[in-house]
């Protein structure tokens, strides 16, 4: 197997937990980050260990460079390489472009968007030298189609989907491929959010409001499951996604066929 150490942003919640689950189940040690209290950090960790990986966590905030960077030579120190990078952190607000505060723009790009190109420009070189690198972008529907007051966020997911082109063709017959998964409503915290807001906004139940938030979008009228956006990760790291690179893969119950 030759992926053996892989370093997944935002794995303290939701989706990346879940990404760090499928691989470590692979025997991949896994280098988890994100924030939460200890009480998060430790039942992320101990999920991690329940498969019998190696695991460590790095507290890195990804909209710092620096920070990224020290994370990526944490791994490299701890484990020997690294081989596997998913840049899967993210953050959503919801405004109107005129009410769009200034400060929430900027932390939207900042931790979706520049965090990947900090985590990918320090990668390259170990994978490089390794001859062997995955790198795979959480994107988002929103990578690939709008929605309306989502401005810095479908910006930041279509930017992620244009780095990930740009980091295939510069990696390109190297061992290294670089793709993105483009999900659909995925019951996390950060879409948990938007159904309390939905709910209170028009006075209805979670369940109602999350029918109605699956309604607008989700044409199967389920949420994708961060084992199931695992498993992708896990495909998408093995030899038969060899030749892949450079695509978006959505996983949205057919949001983005319509
Ligand atoms: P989540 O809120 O459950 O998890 C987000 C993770 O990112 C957490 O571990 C959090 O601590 C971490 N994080 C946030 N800011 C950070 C920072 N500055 N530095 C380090 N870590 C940071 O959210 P989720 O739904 O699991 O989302 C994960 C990714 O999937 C995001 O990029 C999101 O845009 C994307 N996504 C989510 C959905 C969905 O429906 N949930 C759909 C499409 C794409």
């Known amino acids: 197997m030759t992926h053996q150490v892989a370093i997944i942003t935002g794995s303290t919640s939701g989706i990346g937990l879940g990404i760090a689950e499928a691989l470590a189940k692979q025997g991949t040690a896994i280098m988890l980050n994100g924030f939460g209290d200890d009480a998060q950090i430790a039942a992320a960790r101990a999920r991690i260990a329940a498969t019998g990986a190696a695991v460590d966590y790095c507290a890195a905030d990804v909209t710092s460079a620096d920070a990224v960077a020290a994370m990526v030579q944490q791994a490299q120190e701890k484990f020997g390489r690294v081989d596997v990078m998913v840049n899967n952190a993210g953050i959503q607000f919801v405004s109107a472009i005129e ?19 900090y985590a990918t ?62 999900p659909g409503w995925v019951l996390t915290p950060l879409v948990q959010k938007q159904i309390d807001a939905i709910a209170e906004r028009e006075k209805i139940s979670n369940d109602d409001a999350s029918k109605k938030l699956l309604s607008e979008k989700q044409p199967s009228l389920q949420f994708v499951t961060p084992e199931q956006v695992g498993a992708l990760a896990v495909f998408l790291c093995s030899d038969a996604a060899a030749q892949m690179t450079g695509s978006s893969y959505s996983i949205d119950g057919g949001w983005t066929a319509v």
């Open 121 to 182: 420009r320090s990668v390259l070189p170990l994978m490089r030298a390794q001859q062997f690198g995955r790198i795979i972008n959480i994107a988002s529907a929103h990578g690939l189609v709008a929605s309306a007051n989502k401005s810095a966020y479908v910006a930041a997911k279509h930017g992620v989907v244009g780095l990930t082109k740009v980091t295939a063709l510069e990696t390109a017959g190297t061992g290294i491929t670089c793709n993105a998964i483009c």
């Open 99 to 117: 009410n769009f505060p200034l400060e929430k723009w900027h932390a939207v790009l900042a931790t979706n968007l520049s965090s990947v190109f």
